[in-house]
């Protein structure tokens, strides 16, 4: 059995389907031409297909010849909101819109894995669902798992990859424990009374204090958190006033905090306490919200041991990468990894020579399409080594 020729002898295949996907980016909740392209295949190949999971997502069965264990292979389809600048005989054909962060090639690997897998159902033990998740960008997942995604038959472990221009073309990052962080998008609402901006006694001015919060905010992530766990509050957006002369009611204060370990609920309540402290003293109000991002995505000993097996195969173990690639950056893979022991794999892209290592997000993103064949081949080896 020769993945790689396997692989290989489907390339142009592969190339064809992320290229296409790139033209036509669609963004969360509307991959509806998406969704109908990787139903149409997944049926082709004679999977059983379930449309239209959370508004446009779909679930491929692949059932193996002998009885086991359930493995979800999950990708993301949604495209982002970034005007393309790449130059690409394949950009985007959409105004405004743009597979900015490679979810276009996890489409395509998926796509070809359910392919090779499909031809090898004599070597499954159990099934394999092919989950095509839409809206990952804003935590579409949750959404999957509420309408039954990981029942029926019930999933036992799941594995999840990302084309990732941090790291180089070649190499994948696998590692156990904490891999992306989580982020909780809060919203601080500190309200004064308005009043003359010659007669600050007679008002409250809420700027000054909200100054204040985000001064100790940034101290209480310096001063009390161990940093061996790392946290990061980040302020994006501050909107208050409509003139230089008026002392406004209230200052809206919006960003982010994100941990890359397990205390994230701890320090919100700190977060609280604190807010709530300099409003008492300052006369004003502060209302806080935390809307969850994303939860800390933490990668199984056990499977990512498996996935690693996987990728010495692959890429061959000099090639794979096990430290330093944590990262403060967040991944809604991580609402299945809190249901089932999961490993979420970082696939390299980045060539220099070729353009592909611009940051995700940015509008000349770019991946190397070399590397696509690895993605594959990481999915169709980690599914026959738990099902075997």
Same mark, same amino acid.
């Given at each position: ?35 109908? !392209? ?64 490679? %979810? ?28 095509? @998740? ?34 180089? =073309? ?47 905010? @940034? ?5 009390? !958190? ?19 002369? !008026? ?16 205390? =994230?609920?701890?320090? @919100? ?8 402290? !300099? ?57 299945? =990894? ?40 990481? %999915? ?9």
């Amino acid at each position: 059995m020769n993945i790689k020729k396997e692989v290989a002898e489907l390339k142009d295949e592969l190339i064809s389907l992320r290229r296409d996907f790139h033209k036509h980016p669609e963004l969360g909740f509307e991959e509806f031409r998406t969704g109908k !392209i990787v139903a149409k295949y997944l049926k082709d190949l004679g999977l059983e297909v379930e449309e239209g999971v959370a508004q446009t997502g779909v679930v491929g069965l692949l059932k193996g010849d002998n009885p086991g264990k359930t493995l979800m292979l999950r990708t993301d389809m949604d495209a982002l909101p970034v005007e393309e600048e790449t130059g690409l005989d394949f950009a985007s054909l959409e105004k405004g819109k743009m597979h900015a962060c490679g %979810h276009d090639g996890h489409l395509s690997m998926m796509l070809i894995a359910a392919k090779i897998l499909s031809k090898k159902k004599d070597k499954i033990k159990g099934n394999i669902k092919f989950v095509f @998740q839409p809206n990952e960008e804003d935590a579409g997942a949750h959404v999957m798992i509420d309408e039954g995604v990981l029942e029926d038959p019930k999933v036992d472990a799941a594995l999840g990859m990302h084309l990732w221009s941090p790291i180089e =073309s070649g190499k994948l990052g696998i590692t156990a424990g904490p891999l992306m962080a989580s982020s909780y998008y809060f919203t601080l609402t500190v309200n004064g009374m308005g009043g003359h901006g010659g007669a600050p006694h007679t008002a409250i001015n809420p700027i000054l204090p909200g100054i204040d919060m985000m001064k100790a905010l @940034q101290e209480m992530v310096v001063n009390e !958190i161990d940093a061996l766990k790392p946290t990061i509050v980040t302020f994006g957006k501050i909107n208050s006033g409509t003139s230089p002369i !008026i002392i406004p009611e209230k200052v809206v204060i919006e960003g982010s905090l994100r941990c890359l370990h397990d205390g =994230s609920k701890e320090i @919100q309540e700190r977060f609280r306490e604190i807010v709530e402290g !300099i409003a008492k003293t300052s006369r004003t109000k502060a209302r806080l919200e935390f809307k969850c991002g994303n939860t800390l995505l933490n990668n199984d000993e056990a499977i990512t041991s498996l996935a690693k097996r996987a990728g010495k195969e692959v890429v061959g173990e000099e090639n794979i990468l096990d430290t330093d690639i944590s990262v403060m950056l967040g991944e809604d893979f991580s609402e299945f =990894s809190n249901e089932v022991p999961s490993t979420f794999i970082f696939v390299g892209v980045a060539d220099e020579k070729k353009g592909t290592d611009y940051p995700h997000h940015h509008p000349k993103f770019n991946i190397d399409e070399d590397s696509l064949a690895l993605g594959v081949e990481m %999915h169709v080896r980690s599914a026959l080594e738990y099902l075997s």
